[in-house]
């Protein structure tokens, strides 16, 4: 190591990086392989970019701790069967006829590739270059075509009773009955065929079997493509044949993981390393599902935010269950800019901080935002935003020396914000009148800043609401500044309200609380 153990960060993607080196010092290796999972049956997904991004961070720890070369290997099983049609893909009923086929084998519902499965691999790796990964493809019916397999085939071949003892437990008593880790392909259909393997030879490397619709009997060759794994012993196979060193998987792959690591050490090799992270959750706090739909996408989410917020996202506490909906992406992308200027302004260790991963190790030399996301969205709300050019007028005011040209990260906040604004905020504002207690509260502030100078900064102006919110019987400041958001702004909760005063102008608020005095 480079770098002493005392001496390293303490940000989650350096401890497990950690394990890596440790995992290394005990095999003897001089490189280490991280691999992350694709299944292109369908097109990629929010949890694709968290895996790839995740893994990505903590290979550019090791490279920090070690120096050493690493290789992300982005490995897609597309030979896998297809096992039901995706509902968000063309031509359904074509699709239809080629269930149980490996997706290399299905035609492209688009028309633009050779197969399915290369449509779905083709996306995958532009979806993975558009935010920049370092990666290497793998696919996996050129693996096992290629014969880069067939030494692990066949001491799964050697080892299929006691692969079969493992996993058979944890199986259903008719699945149970035919289970193999080995899928011959059809010779005539090419199907995947999950049957029960009457005799498996092992210095043939064939595999007999029953067709179950002719009776027929086949002896099939499992090396070069004519066989491939069942995916649990699929993805130790390539643990072991690879020499993967870390992957990580959702809480739903717990078992999973234990299984093919199981099988992984039957085979005479030793599992990767391992990181468990916990599964998103919807707006009801149900697991996000492909199928449902339920959720966020990235193409969502970067509608309304940048992608570096989206990477803040994904970075914050991996091991706690989190909702993806679209409430969380103002908090995100605020949280993105602190840490931002943090880095650019050297507070704190640059490994410990999110935005040092975020941007691939390197230091930005251009500042973020003068203004908060959050504040943004205030601003178009109570300006009823049609377009950025009217949040440019008060940001003009606030901030006379930014423009689209000199702060090009605000302008796309802006663009955000109108966005997000009228898709979210606009639809859901809802006013209320304020209390005999509040309306005493407001008129205090109204009178307060007509008395207090124009270029009064956004800390004085919170200042000035906090000595308001004490002198009126408040059971705390918190419904006092609940207040001001439901009365004055139409939303729950928002930003620092000094820093919208300062933002929005002073006159405008006095106009505004008037206008919430009105509501009474």
């Known amino acids: 190591m480079t770098q002493s153990e005392a001496d390293t960060p303490t940000s989650w993607p350096f401890r497990e990086a950690e394990r890596v080196v440790h995992r290394l010092h005990k095999s003897g290796k001089s490189t280490a392989l991280f691999e992350t999972g694709y299944g292109p049956s369908g097109l990629p997904h929010i949890g694709t970019f968290m895996e790839v991004a995740r893994t990505s961070w903590i290979r550019l720890a090791f490279t920090r701790l070690t120096g050493l070369p ?116 059809h010779p005539r259909t090419g199907q995947v065929m999950q049957v029960a393997i009457d005799e498996v030879d092992v210095d043939a490397a064939t595999v007999t079997w029953r067709d179950p619709e002719t009776g027929i009997l086949h002896e099939t060759s499992i090396l070069d493509g004519g066989a491939k794994l069942q995916w649990k012993a699929d993805w130790a196979m390539r643990w072991f044949a690879l020499g993967v060193d870390y992957e990580m998987s959702g809480k739903d792959l717990i078992d999973s993981v234990r299984l093919s690591s199981a099988i992984v050490r039957a085979l005479g090799g030793e599992p990767p390393e391992s990181f468990t992270y916990e599964l998103f959750l919807d707006e009801h706090g149900q697991k996000i599902s492909k199928s449902k739909g339920n959720g966020l996408s990235v193409e969502q989410w970067l509608t309304y935010a940048p992608a570096e917020s989206l990477g803040q996202f994904m970075f914050a506490s991996p091991q706690r269950a989190k909702r993806l909906y679209f409430d969380v992406i103002p908090r995100a992308t605020d949280e993105y800019l602190t840490h931002q200027d943090n880095l650019r302004e050297g ?51 606030y901030r006379p020396e930014a423009t689209p040209d000199t702060a090009p990260f605000l302008a796309r906040l802006v663009d955000f914000a109108v966005r997000y604004y009228q898709d979210f905020i606009k639809p859901a504002k809802q006013y209320r ?10 008129l205090d502030l109204a009178d307060a800043l007509k008395t207090i100078p124009d270029d009064a900064d956004a800390e004085a102006l919170q200042n000035l609401l906090y000595d308001i919110g004490k002198r009126h019987p408040f059971a705390s400041l918190r419904e006092w500044f609940g207040c001001l958001y439901q009365v004055l702004l139409g939303q729950t909760e928002g930003p620092r309200f000094g820093g919208f005063i300062a933002l929005y102008g002073i006159a405008p608020t006095i106009g505004l609380i008037e206008q919430g005095l009105a509501l009474s």
Not at 108 to 135: C, M
Not at 168 to 183: C, F, H, Q, V
Not at 366 to 378: K, Y
Not at 433 to 442: G, I, N, V
């Open 347 to 397: 507070k704190g260790r640059a490994e410990d901080n999110p935005a040092w991963f975020i941007h691939g190790g390197d230091i930005p030399t251009a500042s973020s935002s003068p203004i908060p996301f959050a504040m943004l969205l205030n601003l178009a709300s109570v300006v009823n935003a049609e377009t950025p050019d009217l949040l440019w007028g008060f940001i003009r005011a």
């Open 433 to 442: 009148p304020p209390t005999e207690l509040e309306r005493a509260a407001l």
């Open 70 to 185: 690493s290789k992300l290997l982005a490995f897609s099983d597309d030979m896998d069967a297809l096992r039901k049609v995706p509902g968000n893909v063309p031509q359904q009923d074509m699709l239809r006829e080629f269930i149980g086929q490996p997706l290399t084998r299905v035609p492209d519902p688009f028309g633009t590739h050779p197969s399915f499965g290369a449509h779905n691999n083709a996306r995958l790796q532009a979806f993975l270059d558009s935010f920049g990964f370092e990666y290497e493809f793998a696919s996996s019916t050129e693996y096992y075509t290629s014969g880069r397999f067939n030494d692990a085939l066949r001491a799964v071949a050697a080892k299929h009773d006691v692969i079969r003892d493992i996993i058979r437990p944890t199986l259903g008593p008719e699945r149970r009955a035919t289970y193999s880790p080995i899928l011959p392909l």
